[in-house]
C-alpha cells in the first residue's frame, strides 16, 4: 500500500510537472533568451513607427484633388505602409519559434522533457500570440499617434473617438500576432527555416500576384480572403469597403486560418520523428 501511495504521487507530480504552465514558462524563457527575438521585434517597432511617420509627414494633402480628399484615411495611410514590413517581421519570428530548434536539434530535448507534442506546440502558440499581440497593439497605437502628430496641415487628423479608427488600431495590432502563429504552424509544417519563411512570403506577397492574371470577377472574389487584403480593409475608416469582408469576418477568417496551419502543425508534429 505504501508503495502504491508513493508511485501514485509520483506519477501526480509527474504530470504536473509536465503540464500547460510549466511547458509555457519553459517556451517563454526560450523566446525572451534568444536573441533573434528582441532584433526582430526592435525591427517591428522602428518599422512600424518610422514607416507610419514617413507616410504621412509626406501625403502632400493640398495638392490632392476633392475626390482624393473626401476619402483620405489617415487612419490607414498610419498603419498599412508599417504593417506591409510588420507581416513578414512577424512570419519570420513565427518560423523560427519552431524551426530553429529542428536545426539546432534543441527540439528533441524540448520533447524529451514534455513528450506531449500537442502540448508543446500549443505552449509554443500561446507565448508566441502573447508576446506579439502585447507588441503589436503598444506599438500599433504608438504608430498610429506618432503618424498623426507627423500629418501636416491642413490635412484632417483622425481621433480614436472617430468610428472605425479604434478598431483599425486593434486590427492592426492583432494581425502580426495572428501572422506569426500561422508562420508557427507553417514551421511545424515545414521544419526547415528557409522553406517556412518561403511559405510565409508566398503566403503574404505572391498569392496576389498569382491571382492577377485571373479574370476580374475571380480575381476580385480571391483576393478578399487574402491575409494582406483582409488586414488593409480592416484597417479602413474612411474609404467605402464594398465587396470586401468586414472586418469581424476578416478577424474570424485569419484566426482559422491560424488554427488550422496550427492543427496540422501539432498533427504532422505527433507523428514524425524529431
Same mark, same amino acid.
Given at each position: 500500500?505504501t508503495?502504491?501511495t /508513493?508511485?501514485?504521487?509520483?506519477?501526480?507530480?509527474t504530470?504536473?510537472?509536465?503540464?500547460?504552465r510549466t511547458?509555457?514558462?519553459?517556451e517563454?524563457?526560450k523566446?525572451?533568451?534568444v536573441?533573434?527575438t528582441g532584433?526582430i521585434l526592435?525591427? &517591428?517597432?522602428?518599422?512600424?513607427?518610422?514607416?507610419?511617420v514617413?507616410?504621412?509627414?509626406?501625403e502632400?494633402y493640398?495638392?490632392l484633388?476633392?475626390a482624393d480628399? +473626401?476619402?483620405f484615411?489617415?487612419?490607414?495611410d498610419?498603419?498599412?505602409?508599417?504593417l %506591409?514590413?510588420?507581416?513578414?517581421?512577424a512570419g519570420?519570428?513565427?518560423?523560427?519559434?519552431?524551426?530553429s530548434? &529542428?536545426?539546432s536539434?534543441?527540439i528533441?530535448a524540448?520533447?524529451a +522533457?514534455a513528450?506531449?507534442?500537442a502540448?508543446?506546440?500549443?505552449a509554443?502558440?500561446?507565448? %508566441?500570440?502573447a508576446?506579439m499581440l502585447?507588441?503589436?497593439?503598444i506599438l500599433?497605437? +504608438?504608430?498610429f499617434?506618432?503618424g498623426q502628430a507627423?500629418? #501636416?496641415?491642413?490635412a #484632417?487628423?483622425?481621433?480614436?473617438?472617430q468610428?472605425?479608427v479604434l478598431r483599425?488600431?486593434?486590427?492592426?495590432?492583432a494581425y502580426?500576432?495572428l501572422i506569426a502563429?500561422i508562420?508557427l504552424g507553417?514551421?511545424a509544417v515545414?521544419r /526547415?527555416?528557409?522553406?517556412?519563411i =518561403? +511559405?510565409?512570403?508566398?503566403?503574404? &506577397?505572391?498569392?496576389?500576384l498569382?491571382i492577377?492574371?485571373l479574370?476580374?470577377?475571380?480575381?476580385d472574389?480571391?483576393v478578399?480572403?487574402l491575409?494582406?487584403?483582409?488586414?488593409?480593409?480592416?484597417?479602413?475608416?474612411?474609404?467605402p469597403?464594398a465587396?470586401a469582408?468586414?472586418?469581424?469576418?476578416?478577424?474570424g477568417l485569419? =484566426?482559422g486560418?491560424?488554427?488550422a496551419a %496550427?492543427a496540422v502543425?501539432?498533427?504532422? %508534429?505527433?507523428?514524425?520523428d524529431?
Amino acid at each position: 500500500m505504501t508503495t502504491t501511495t /508513493h508511485t501514485h504521487r509520483a506519477d501526480g507530480h509527474t504530470r504536473d510537472a509536465y503540464g500547460f504552465r510549466t511547458v509555457a514558462r519553459m517556451e517563454w524563457r526560450k523566446l525572451r533568451t534568444v536573441r533573434s527575438t528582441g532584433w526582430i521585434l526592435a525591427a &517591428f517597432a522602428a518599422g512600424l513607427i518610422g514607416l507610419s511617420v514617413l507616410a504621412l509627414s509626406h501625403e502632400g494633402y493640398p495638392q490632392l484633388s476633392a475626390a482624393d480628399r +473626401a476619402s483620405f484615411d489617415p487612419t490607414r495611410d498610419s498603419l498599412f505602409t508599417g504593417l %506591409l514590413l510588420g507581416q513578414l517581421l512577424a512570419g519570420v519570428l513565427g518560423t523560427l519559434t519552431i524551426t530553429s530548434e &529542428f536545426s539546432s536539434g534543441m527540439i528533441r530535448a524540448t520533447l524529451a +522533457a514534455a513528450p506531449r507534442r500537442a502540448l508543446v506546440l500549443a505552449a509554443k502558440a500561446a507565448v %508566441l500570440g502573447a508576446v506579439m499581440l502585447a507588441a503589436g497593439e503598444i506599438l500599433a497605437l +504608438a504608430a498610429f499617434l506618432a503618424g498623426q502628430a507627423a500629418l #501636416p496641415a491642413p490635412a #484632417p487628423r483622425a481621433a480614436l473617438g472617430q468610428p472605425g479608427v479604434l478598431r483599425a488600431v486593434l486590427m492592426a495590432g492583432a494581425y502580426p500576432a495572428l501572422i506569426a502563429l500561422i508562420g508557427l504552424g507553417l514551421g511545424a509544417v515545414i521544419r /526547415h527555416t528557409a522553406g517556412a519563411i =518561403c +511559405a510565409v512570403v508566398v503566403g503574404l &506577397f505572391l498569392l496576389p500576384l498569382l491571382i492577377a492574371p485571373l479574370g476580374a470577377s475571380a480575381k476580385d472574389g480571391l483576393v478578399r480572403f487574402l491575409p494582406e487584403q483582409i488586414a488593409a480593409l480592416s484597417l479602413t475608416a474612411v474609404r467605402p469597403a464594398a465587396p470586401a469582408l468586414s472586418p469581424a469576418v476578416g478577424l474570424g477568417l485569419l =484566426c482559422g486560418y491560424a488554427a488550422a496551419a %496550427l492543427a496540422v502543425g501539432a498533427w504532422l %508534429l505527433a507523428r514524425r520523428d524529431a
